[in-house]
């Protein structure tokens, strides 16, 4: 993503989503501008959200234009750089007029230029200069600086509008053209390796490069199939031609190749699209014909093959069983769940082995719930559902040695396979790091990765409750071969025991997925809301006033977060509005890890 529109409700302001969208940006140091929707709703502020922006994120936000008039009277808007009043003349958007200030608004409208300039001007000095010394500045000038600034990620452009009624579209699309950066801004270069040789390769924005582009969105459309949005990072494509494509195994981990065709290329324009013949760098486009492609995938070159960075999905943190209302609708079922897998990557499918249950997983209630709304709305299926079950993970605390000895004789060449391996605690969030540390030749090296393919076999299932283990190291050390009997298989299933034992060692532990809570609630039910969270091992981490209503901040375990919005509504009559979002994992307590320990092992 090269940059982004941030928008913003100006009745609701700064949501826990919009703070989770704004870490990510400030994470990849994405480019953004603000803009302020909804400005005809009732309750609608936009200076109170601009306030809400600075305070909340901590950006050196600045309106660049004012909404003239809001909720029912919201007419136009006044642009800071023109000084010059927008205003529509019916509720479509499609006529207004471009006027001079309305005299009643040109204070208002002084006020807020002299605040814009004083914010370029904090990292700008010709502009601070000039700006202290009553100097005329053109806008040429004031929208270079802006877009200096929006570049650098050192200011936030802010406007207004009504997207419902077309109203401040144009110049927020504007705004998209004159400061928030082309393919070509920051060298125009991405960065990939050679799947085959992990050597790191560049690419540049240019027609005459090798082609790459990424995979971004998978879409199952009625009318033409399955269409794979791709963003072009280099060179150009021709309809009809055979491309590679490169992704990483998710079990392996290993980079892989295969060659598709492409069939049409499409030009979308929202639910418009229109056939083209051939894309350029730094296009994006719809493709048809990628029949096994997923979100994330690089499609490249035949003769020179690119891997770009994927992107990376949290994992699912509940999830629940699911099945056909009727016999007729099994094999339906299957079939709809795949489309919608593959379109939506935090949604996963799978068949429990134990149970042969369908069992599909996703990041909270409401995911699901849409899930199962689109089976019936979009595919025609009817399912029932199980209970919600959490998805827990486990991970140890201390570092232990284990040993892995697979010896099989059945007659023949027999199975020898030995290593001892270290687990180590990572940061949280830092998943999964294999290390080779085996010197002098006790394990050949073309043996290494079937110990890493033994290990990561080993993580799907923790030895607490099953579990998928997260955030480890595994160190293979030293171990010992078979000249005969020595083979991949073996030193594959050493690795699963030796990472089993080490982990036994390891003070392993059950962690469980933590949401976000923020309720805004009438005041008077403010202890109510308190007390239910406190009883749902919530921690409250803050409260403020807003507006005559108070916003609650907690974490709470979602694991005692089922059915938590009915029971909201049941204490405040309905007047108190939640947001749940996934936030961390952290170690469940001794007597709940205990309960989950029991319930897992009575379920195998």
Same mark, same amino acid.
């Given at each position: ?78 642009? +800071? ?23 009643? +608004? ?23 200069? !000039? ?48 400061? +928030? ?62 491309? *590679? ?94 489309? +919608? ?9 799978? *068949? ?39 998805? /827990? ?14 010896? !099989?004789? *059945? ?35 073309? /043996? ?87 009883? !749902? ?68």
């Amino acid at each position: 993503m090269d940059g982004l529109v941030a928008v913003y409700c100006a009745v609701g302001g700064v949501q826990p989503q919009s703070e989770t969208v704004w870490r990510q940006a400030n994470k990849y140091k994405v480019p953004r501008i603000a803009y302020i929707n909804k400005m005809d709703r009732l309750g609608a502020d936009f200076f109170s959200v601009v306030e809400k922006l600075r305070a909340r994120l901590g950006a050196n936000v600045a309106p660049i234009q004012i909404p003239i008039g809001a909720e029912s009277t919201y007419k136009g808007y006044i642009d +800071l750089i023109t000084m010059k009043a927008t205003i529509y003349q019916n509720d479509d958007g499609k006529v207004f007029e471009v006027m001079d200030i309305p005299a009643e +608004l040109k204070a208002e409208a002084d006020k807020w230029q002299e605040n814009m300039m004083e914010c370029i001007a904090d990292f700008d000095d010709s502009i601070l200069e !000039r700006f202290l010394e009553g100097e005329a500045i053109s806008e040429a000038e004031v929208k270079s600086a802006i877009r200096t600034g929006v570049l650098a990620n050192k200011f936030v452009p802010c406007i207004s509008g009504s997207s419902f009624k077309n109203k401040g579209v144009q110049m927020m699309i504007d705004c998209v053209l004159d400061y +928030l950066p082309s393919p070509l801004d920051n060298g125009g270069e991405v960065h990939g390796v050679h799947p085959r040789t992990d050597e790191e390769i560049v690419r540049v924005a240019d027609d005459k490069e090798p082609f790459a582009a990424l995979a971004f969105k998978i879409m199952s459309d009625k009318f033409v199939g399955r269409l794979t949005f791709l963003r072009v990072y280099s060179g150009m494509l021709k309809k009809g031609t055979t491309i *590679t494509v490169a992704f990483r195994d998710p079990v392996s981990n290993e980079f892989r190749t295969r060659s598709e065709r492409i069939g049409r290329i499409m030009e979308m324009h929202a639910n418009d699209r229109k056939d083209i013949d051939e894309v350029y760098a730094g296009e994006i486009v719809g493709v048809i014909g990628l029949s096994d492609v997923r979100t994330g995938y690089t499609i490249c070159d035949e003769a020179k093959p690119i891997s770009l960075e994927s992107i990376k999905f949290p994992e699912p943190v509940i999830q629940i069983a699911i099945e056909p209302k009727s016999r007729a609708d099994q094999e339906k079922l299957g079939t709809s769940l795949q489309r +919608l897998a593959e379109e939506d990557p935090t949604f996963r499918v799978f *068949t429990d082995q134990d149970s042969g249950q369908t069992i599909i997983s996703g990041m909270g209630e409401l995911h699901l719930e849409i899930i199962v709304d689109r089976l019936n709305r979009e595919f025609g299926v009817q399912a029932n559902q199980g209970k919600p079950q959490v998805a /827990y993970r486990e991970t140890v605390k201390n570092q232990a040695k284990g040993e892995g000895r697979y010896i !099989r004789q *059945t007659g023949g060449s027999g199975q020898y396979g030995h290593c001892w391996v270290e687990i180590a605690p990572l940061e949280v969030g830092k998943g999964f790091v294999f290390e080779n540390k085996v010197v002098g030749g006790s394990i050949p090296k073309e /043996y290494i990765p079937a110990i890493e393919k033994g290990v990561r076999e080993g993580i799907l299932s923790g030895v607490l409750a099953g579990y998928p283990v997260v955030d480890i190291k595994v160190t293979v050390t030293e171990g010992s071969y078979h000249d005969v009997d020595s083979n991949e298989n073996a030193f594959k299933q050493a690795g699963v025991l030796a990472f089993k034992e080490a982990m036994k060692k390891a003070h392993p532990v059950i962690k469980e997925p933590i949401m976000h809570v923020e309720v805004t609630t009438p005041e008077q039910n403010v202890g109510d809301v308190v007390g239910d969270i406190n009883g !749902r091992r919530g921690r409250i981490e803050g409260m403020e006033s807003v507006m005559g209503a108070t916003v609650v901040n907690a974490h709470v375990p979602l694991s005692e977060m089922f059915g938590y919005v009915t029971t909201l509504r049941s204490l405040t009559q309905g007047r108190a509005s939640p947001n749940v979002t996934p936030s961390h994992y952290e170690e469940v307590p001794r007597s709940v890890s205990e309960e989950i320990i029991a319930k897992s092992n009575s379920g195998r």
